[in-house]
């Protein structure tokens, strides 16, 4: 039961206890006039205390300006001031805690969609699921000039029924074969392509295509197999002549380093390091780009619709 020090009163400390619903569970002065401090200590009991200290706070004594009941009033506005203060920072501390718990969480959601759903690696492994072709392969070929039509191209590649500005819903309906993973911006599908497992994935950006992504070949994904530098850029040459014949020949750049005298050369010799080919159909961009800066290549395609496209769905 806390107790307060008087001040200006025959009384010398007032002790009290608010019980938990706030009201005055027990009072009684040390000193003072025996008959004022005992009666209102029996008149204050039962009562709100915040009421108590209203009624009381201000009653004077004389000319002292004070009085035993005052002193009780300021002392149960002390003990009310400290306990909000107590339960304010209490209540404070859960609630910051439990924000940036949400604003963390928010922001790693976000980091790993925007961020890692386009690089395949950070997909979980299904060794269950089955491939699906979604390309006509006779010789193979995966990308037939022969396929293009006037009322599609320029298209994304998939299905033939897929446009750029199509919705999720559309896309999968086009496609007709269950998504490997889906989230709000991407549909993610497993491919079989000239006989090499593939990703291909397709971005939304406010429920509409804008790009879609084939990926080959990405160290450390755990479904896509590693290939040798030699077998990725076999790959990256068959892949390359089909997409000439469809868009016509690529702007090519190529990236060297040099070769380490450990690798049996003259530091003056050069490595490919990486290859890109571009091509523009249209309001349309597509990117094939082969990394061999480790020793374990990676190998996309990007295909993206321009801004002209985006204005419009075809």
Same mark, same amino acid.
């Given at each position: 039961m806390?107790?307060?020090?008087?001040?200006?009163?025959?009384?010398?400390?007032?002790? !009290?206890?608010?019980?938990?619903?706030?009201?005055l569970a027990?009072?009684?002065?040390?000193?003072?006039?025996?008959?004022?401090?005992?009666?209102?200590?029996?008149?204050v009991v %039962?009562?709100?205390?915040?009421?108590?200290?209203?009624?009381?706070k201000?009653?004077?004594?004389?000319?002292?300006?004070?009085?035993?009941?005052?002193?009780?009033? $300021?002392?149960?506005?002390?003990?009310?001031?400290? $306990?909000?203060?107590? %339960?304010?920072?209490?209540?404070?501390?859960?609630?910051?805690?439990?924000?940036?718990? *949400?604003?963390f969480? #928010?922001?790693?959601?976000?980091?790993?969609?925007?961020?890692?759903?386009?690089?395949?690696?950070?997909?979980?492994?299904?060794?269950?699921?089955?491939? #699906?072709?979604?390309?006509?392969?006779?010789e193979?070929?995966? #990308?037939? *000039?022969?396929?293009?039509?006037?009322?599609?191209?320029?298209?994304?590649?998939g299905?033939g029924?897929?446009?750029?500005?199509? /919705?999720?819903?559309?896309?999968? *309906? *086009?496609?007709?074969?269950?998504?490997?993973?889906?989230?709000?911006?991407?549909?993610?599908?497993?491919?079989?392509?000239?006989?090499?497992?593939?990703?291909?994935?397709?971005? #939304?950006?406010?429920?509409?295509?804008?790009?879609?992504?084939?990926q !080959?070949?990405?160290?450390g994904?755990? !479904?896509?197999?590693?290939?040798?530098?030699?077998?990725?850029?076999?790959?990256?040459?068959?892949?390359?002549?089909?997409?000439?014949?469809?868009?016509?020949?690529?702007?090519?750049?190529? /990236?060297?380093?040099? $070769?380490?005298?450990?690798?049996?050369?003259?530091?003056?010799?050069?490595?490919?390091?990486?290859?890109?080919?571009?091509?523009?159909?249209?309001?349309m961009?597509?990117?094939?780009?082969?990394?061999?800066?480790?020793?374990?290549?990676?190998?996309?395609?990007?295909?993206?619709a321009?801004?002209?496209?985006r204005?419009?769905?075809?």
């Amino acid at each position: 039961m806390p107790t307060y020090p008087c001040t200006g009163t025959c009384s010398r400390s007032v002790s !009290f206890d608010i019980a938990p619903d706030g009201t005055l569970a027990a009072c009684s002065f040390e000193g003072g006039c025996p008959g004022n401090t005992g009666g209102v200590a029996k008149l204050v009991v %039962g009562r709100p205390a915040a009421e108590v200290a209203a009624l009381l706070k201000g009653t004077p004594c004389g000319r002292r300006g004070t009085s035993c009941p005052d002193q009780l009033a $300021r002392a149960i506005e002390s003990e009310l001031a400290k $306990r909000n203060r107590q %339960g304010g920072f209490s209540y404070v501390i859960p609630v910051a805690l439990l924000l940036a718990v *949400a604003v963390f969480a #928010f922001v790693v959601y976000r980091y790993q969609l925007v961020q890692h759903l386009p690089g395949i690696s950070e997909l979980p492994v299904k060794p269950d699921i089955p491939v #699906f072709a979604a390309f006509p392969d006779a010789e193979p070929c995966v #990308f037939p *000039a022969a396929d293009a039509r006037p009322d599609l191209a320029p298209s994304p590649p998939g299905s033939g029924d897929v446009r750029w500005e199509a /919705s999720p819903s559309e896309v999968r *309906a *086009a496609e007709g074969i269950p998504p490997f993973r889906t989230s709000p911006t991407a549909i993610v599908y497993s491919l079989d392509v000239l006989n090499q497992p593939c990703m291909m994935t397709y971005f #939304f950006r406010r429920e509409r295509l804008y790009g879609v992504q084939f990926q !080959f070949a990405s160290p450390g994904s755990g !479904f896509l197999p590693d290939l040798t530098p030699q077998q990725a850029r076999k790959l990256y040459d068959r892949l390359k002549g089909q997409l000439d014949a469809r868009y016509g020949d690529a702007v090519e750049t190529t /990236s060297s380093h040099p $070769r380490s005298e450990g690798e049996g050369a003259t530091p003056a010799d050069t490595v490919v390091s990486r290859l890109l080919s571009q091509w523009t159909s249209g309001p349309m961009a597509v990117t094939m780009v082969l990394d061999l800066s480790t020793p374990a290549p990676s190998l996309e395609i990007r295909y993206k619709a321009t801004p002209a496209r985006r204005g419009a769905r075809g």
